[in-house]
């Protein structure tokens, strides 16, 4: 079946950096658009940022620009989020999120993974 | 950007009885809505595509319904299982994909 599997979050102090990982599995990855959205403690659902099926075309949300770095690996079937300059504000539930059909757009996200927490604080 | 807004925030609900969710857009979206679940320590779940479109697996008494910017969620009668938080979120302009606050479905 259709899966997808993060890791990579923990215990980081501000400033510093993680790389996620999510490893997707039952599908043909390569296919796929793929998108990372956060949600911290207690609130609601923030789109971090997306990735083509080939790689090359990347989006970010304004609060991670220039901060977070999407990638893939189709031959791993591996999506990947490096987290840099790391904020207390970026303390969330990290879910990658794969796009319900391939190369149709505008698409929704379905399904999505269990989600990492990622925890920035000193 | 275009920003969603649900209502209510919470809404209090007796098993058995009908709930109604709303999410607007700050502009139009044409059908290019979903609904999520989300139920505690859990992920988000797809209920609704195009706006009234259940996905695979949903069962009947969950239907989506709207167009533009006014859309709606109606549980028909709630069961124990469906005490949780929805979303809705727009995927006609983007980036970004933006979802609204949520509405949480509480036991009345």
């Known amino acids: 079946q259709v899966q997808l599997v993060e890791s990579g979050g923990g215990l980081v102090k501000p400033g510093g950096s993680l790389r996620l990982s999510c490893a997707a599995s039952?599908?043909?990855?390569?296919?796929?658009?793929m998108s990372w959205i956060r949600q911290a403690p207690g609130k609601g659902l923030e789109w971090v940022s997306y990735?083509?099926?080939?790689?090359?075309?990347?989006y970010y949300a304004d609060s991670v620009k220039g901060r977070f770095t999407i990638s893939r690996d189709n031959a791993k079937n591996s999506l990947y989020l490096q987290m840099n300059s790391l904020r207390a504000e970026d303390t969330a539930v990290y879910y990658c999120a794969r796009d319900a059909y391939p190369g149709m757009l505008p698409n929704w996200f379905d399904p999505w993974g269990q989600g990492t927490l990622v925890t920035v604080s000193s | 950007e275009i920003v969603m807004t649900q209502s209510p925030a919470t809404l209090s609900v007796s098993p058995g009885e009908r709930a109604t969710l709303s999410c607007r857009a700050s502009q139009s979206v044409s059908s290019n809505l979903a609904w999520y679940q989300q139920k505690p320590g859990q992920a988000p779940r797809l209920l609704i595509y195009g706006a009234s479109t259940r996905a695979t697996g949903i069962p009947a008494r969950f239907s989506g319904s709207g167009s533009g910017t006014e859309f709606t969620l109606t549980i028909s009668s709630l069961q124990s299982e469906d005490f949780a938080v929805y979303y809705c979120?727009?995927?006609?302009?983007?980036?970004?994909?933006?979802f609204g606050q949520g509405t949480k479905v509480e036991i009345k």
């Open positions: 979120q727009q995927y006609n302009n983007w980036p970004p994909r933006t």
């Open positions: 039952g599908f043909t990855f390569s296919d796929y658009y």
């Open positions: 990735i083509s099926s080939s790689g090359s075309t990347i």
